[in-house]
Nanobody
Framework: QVQLVESGGGLVQAGGSLRLSCATSGSFRSINAMGWYRQAPGKQRVLVAS???????NYLDSVKGRFTISRDNAKNTVYLQMNSLTPEDTAVYYCKVAATVVGSVWEQYYWGQGTQVTVSS
């Protein structure tokens, strides 16, 4: 199985910064895509940023230029550096990882528990 542990959320004023981390552990053969989603109250969960094992990166339009996703393959960890935060960024942020576990040839998706990010005006 694969476990994801997120950290780094919190309360910040508008214009501030936060850095989220998501550490992956467990019995996996490979980790493929890694990404961050967010879900605001009453809204659907949306993709914020993703990075493939090959380094291809994708961002939600509204965070381009403000957020930076990165991964440390040696630590099996993905990060989300969030700058110039606005109240509209307030949401629960979830890490999602695509991994192939030992003994399987199939890729599966795993979610973190979520971390709250609150941006005050």
């Amino acid at each position: 199985q694969v476990q994801l542990v997120e950290s780094g959320g919190g309360l910040v004023q508008a214009g501030g910064s936060l850095r989220l981390s998501c550490a992956t552990s467990g019995s996996f053969r490979s980790i493929n895509a890694m990404g961050w989603y967010r879900q605001a109250p009453g809204k659907q969960r949306v993709l914020v940023a993703s990075v493939t094992s090959g380094g291809r990166i994708n961002y939600l339009d509204s965070v381009k230029g403000r957020f930076t996703i990165s991964r440390d393959n040696a630590k099996n960890t993905v990060y989300l550096q969030m700058n110039s935060l606005t109240p509209e960024d307030t949401a629960v942020y979830y890490c999602k990882v695509a991994a192939t576990v030992v003994g399987s040839v199939w890729e599966q998706y795993y979610w973190g528990q979520g971390t709250q990010v609150t941006v005050s005006s």
